[in-house]
T-cell receptor, first 114, second 115 residues
Framework: NAGVTQTPKFQVLKTGQSMTLQCAQD?????MSWYRQDPGMGLRLIHY???????DQGEVPNGYNVSRSTTEDFPLRLLSAAPSQTSVYFC?????????????FGDGTRLSIL | AQTVTQSQPEMSVQEAETVTLSCTYD???????LFWYKQPPSRQMILVIR??????QNATENRFSVNFQKAAKSFSLKISDSQLGDAAMYFC????????????FGKGTRLHILP
């Protein structure tokens, strides 16, 4: 049982480049989410999904796209990278119902935009 | 919209002493769940403790306990007998009991353990 797997762990991009951060979970969780973590800002929700085919915006969605074609995968796309998107990105998943089950987090992706 | 506030960006405690981390939240819902997560330098997010809003009894996990005051919308974390391994960022999180609602985190408190 791998849990939540994020790839890559590190990435450096140039301004204007695009890329996709991958996230996969093998726990059959319906709820998945992406956060960015910046110093002094905590974890800010980018996008989330309550099931395949359903996505919604979080607190800081601009500049990012997501899709949820399967229960297992929830990729995050940066369409045109900007230095302000330099951050550590976390993917998380949990059971679908609003309940007391905690989120399972991936190990994070450190992304630098030059 | 729900919000979670951690008013202490950093705290320090002497090893073996007790420390309390504060968390307040704002919600109009009556049914929800609260969590404390720990993030050590390894960057992993680790669940420390959870509390169901419908339970009056405060949750306890070994040296970790909470003081849940529903009317005051307060959810503080008490760490007893602090150990060097407790040094980390601690995040408070709120989850609605509604099926389709998002999970919200506070900005975190960095805890230093002084030997």
């Amino acid at each position: 049982n791998a849990g939540v797997t994020q790839t890559p762990k590190f990435q450096v991009l140039k301004t204007g480049q695009s890329m996709t951060l991958q996230c996969a979970q093998d726990m059959n969780h319906e709820y998945m989410s992406w956060y960015r973590q910046d110093p002094g800002m905590g974890l800010r929700l980018i996008h989330y999904s309550v099931g395949a085919g359903i996505t919604d915006q979080g607190e800081v969605p601009n500049g990012y796209n997501v899709s949820r074609s399967t229960t297992e995968d929830f990729p995050l796309r940066l369409l045109s990278a900007a230095p302000s998107q330099t951050s550590v990105y976390f993917c998380a998943s949990s059971r679908d119902r609003g309940d007391n089950q905690p989120q399972h987090f991936g190990d994070g992706t450190r992304l630098s935009i030059l | 919209a729900q919000t979670v506030t951690q008013s202490q960006p950093e705290m320090s405690v002497q090893e073996a002493e007790t420390v309390t981390l504060s968390c307040t939240y704002d919600t109009s819902e009556s049914d929800y769940y609260l969590f404390w997560y720990k993030q050590p330098p390894s960057r992993q997010m680790i669940l420390v403790i959870r509390q169901e809003a419908y339970k009056q009894q405060n949750a306890t996990e070994n040296r970790f306990s909470v003081n849940f005051q529903k009317a005051a919308k307060s959810f503080s974390l008490k760490i007893s007998d602090s150990q060097l391994g407790d040094a980390a960022m601690y995040f408070c999180a709120y989850r609605s009991a509604a099926r389709d609602d998002k999970i919200i985190f506070g900005k975190g408190t960095r805890l230093h353990i002084l030997p």
